[in-house]
């Protein structure tokens, strides 16, 4: 795709989402979005950044969920995956730990 191609691009504004929204989606936190944003190669790139926070397509976010959903066979990542990005502590091991 070229620039130009990206410039006259439309987009829903309901497709619109930043890492919270996304969080939300895929029920897994903020920072495991964000991990992924810096760890998986294949994540899709923003389409802006608003007030240093990066906003992307929900479409393009939600193809890319498909397709680790394929690739591994399954639904997707869980919080506490070795590939999501998070640590692999379980939440009742972090509520032990006092976090």
Request: net charge positive; charged share 30%.
């Amino acid at each position: 795709m070229t620039q130009a191609d990206d410039w006259d691009r439309t987009i829903a504004v309901s497709n619109i989402c930043g890492l919270t929204e996304i969080a939300a989606k895929f029920e897994v936190s903020s920072q495991t979005v964000w991990n992924w944003t810096r760890r998986q190669p294949d994540f899709p790139q923003p389409l802006t950044v608003v007030s240093n926070k990066p906003v992307f397509d929900m479409e393009e976010v939600q193809a890319w969920w498909q397709r680790k959903r394929v690739s591994r066979g399954d639904n997707g990542w869980k919080v506490g995956d070795k590939h999501d990005g998070t640590h692999s502590r379980s939440k009742a091991a972090r509520t032990r730990a006092g976090r």
